[in-house]
């Protein structure tokens, strides 16, 4: 797969799935290691691998191409290796139609073992017209190059965190909690700017992705433990402009370990193109805290 | 099912679910006309009806009975009459499980169709602890008895939507659109007061059937057509206390006939205790608007 600068996309390459011969519900994709985070697969880009399967599932012959809204359940870590992504269309309807999938990876005994399970509905972006009323605001970020780069992070973060190099993340340093230094706040907020480093464009394909790279509020708000999604639900609300896209996390209300993120995404158009909802369980560390140099291992929830 | 004042709950009943013999996974239940909304049965009485199912199959031997995130995907409406709920445990873990539901009911023309397909995490509120940090802010409303009740509508509109008469809902004047004459507000925003007529106490199932009796936004927006529910996920944050629950829901973001919902339920002691999203698509009546007096059709979306 090539970009328009006539380079393959590492993206793409990342996220590519392969329909079996026969099998028309059945992808395979191999996860990997240098998209890791935290030492297993970005939710975000389990998420670009899932939403690819159910497009292909139900892009024909409807046109309904665009995942209107997605719900993941995180049941285990994903890791580097071979996965399938077994799908079942639900419905075909007229605007909108809804199918299931579930990734399967076999685990460190051997067993075949689901990690996430979930439900699309997919339509055309393009069928919905011009109009649009948001009165949403758009996160009020400084310049991507005052920044921090996620690409700066220690080595002991990115060997376990190799995402990093693969996407351009700037984190607003305000919003970084104990990481940010002097001025941070612990306001429940986590924003920065994205784009790819190779140049490939936003598309809503890359908006699931970036629906789940942000650092969670939980560093912001200096909350220890592993954090792990449980569950996001994404609307892709309308195609992304190229360039950079802006990105905002916040959370109202923490119980317990449990934490509600609302996520937005903008793009360089102003236009708010993506919102989601995580619910993120804070765990105590496997081994060694990561950001001490430790890499985190595989682990239920 | 009785309960406190020794009375049997209409909710508790008309949700009420039977576990097939020697099939754990289905349950029978009947959806009563007196439940309806817009000629079709309640969303809120379909999740209730499914949660409970997905607490059968997940509260053993876990404990695992509170819905801490439920994602529903509407395929069809749900008319009154018998219906199955078939289930799938997908992952039983140490604080958190997982399981799918669908409801189905045999069509007009005699054909089983399902008419919602839904995932359920389920864990134990009450291992939480009692720590929590809310920054969201409870519904500002008058009080319950200077709002409107929708038990006042028009006859045509209670003949279509029964509902009215089982659940105490006071809506708030300002939010009402058109429909709320002089000081109205198109701000985006649908909120009011909730109990249930009979007694019966809010509690996480009583939660879900909240989280979706609310008009949509799409009226106090003055958008035309009937709104039917897409998408929508739920996290029940706390165990409500007992009384008036304060319901709002918000909208920040509406592209052509598709809109964003924010939802929370606060309950009796100023506690947020469930954060809803739904998305919302928009379509022409089918027939007469049941708001001149006609009742609205099963329609696929």
């Known amino acids: 797969l090539a970009d328009l600068t ?6 793409d390459n990342a996220s590519a799935i392969r329909c079996r011969q026969n099998d028309e519900s059945t992808f395979d994709t191999e996860f990997n290691a240098d998209w890791l985070n935290l030492g297993i697969v970005n939710g975000g880009v389990v998420l670009a691998v899932v939403g690819r399967a159910l497009r292909e599932r139900l892009s024909q012959p409807s046109g309904h191409q665009d995942p209107f809204a997605i719900s993941a359940h995180y049941l285990a870590a994903t890791v580097p290796g071979p996965a399938e992504v077994r799908t079942e269309v639900i419905r075909r309807g007229r605007s909108l139609s809804t199918a299931q999938a ?28 011009e109009e649009f009323n948001t009165t949403a605001a758009c996160p009020d970020l400084i310049a991507p190059q005052d920044c921090i780069s996620t690409e700066g992070a220690s080595p002991e973060m990115l ?9 351009d993340l700037r984190l607003d340093p305000t919003t970084l909690g104990r990481l940010g230094g002097d001025g941070a706040s612990s306001s429940g907020v986590s924003q920065g700017w994205l784009r790819l480093r190779d140049g490939r464009k936003p598309d809503p ?7 789940d790279v942000l650092p969670p509020v939980t560093f912001n708000l200096g909350m220890q433990g592993a954090p792990a999604t449980v569950h996001l639900s994404v609307y892709v609300r309308a195609k992304p402009a190229s360039g950079w896209l802006r ?46 140099g430790s890499s985190a291992k595989e682990s239920g929830k």
Do not use: C, K
């Not at 006539?6 to 993206?11: A, I, K, V």
């Not at 394909?205 to 629906?211: D, F, G, R, T």
């Open 159 to 167: 060997s376990v965190s190799g995402i990093h190099r693969r996407i």
């Open 205 to 211: 394909l890359m908006l699931l992705l970036a629906s």
């Open 102 to 129: 579930g990734v399967w990876q076999v685990n460190s005994t051997g067993v075949l073992t689901e990690r996430v399970r979930v439900l699309g509905t997919y339509g055309d972006l393009d069928s919905l017209g």
């Open 6 to 11: 006539g380079h393959s996309s590492e993206f």
């Open 247 to 292: 990105l905002r996390l916040r959370t109202s209300n923490v119980v317990g370990h449990y934490v509600e993120e609302d996520a937005e995404i903008w793009d360089s158009a102003g236009r708010l193109v993506l919102q989601a909802r995580h619910l993120i369980q804070v765990s105590t560390w496997v081994g060694t805290p990561p950001i001490d």
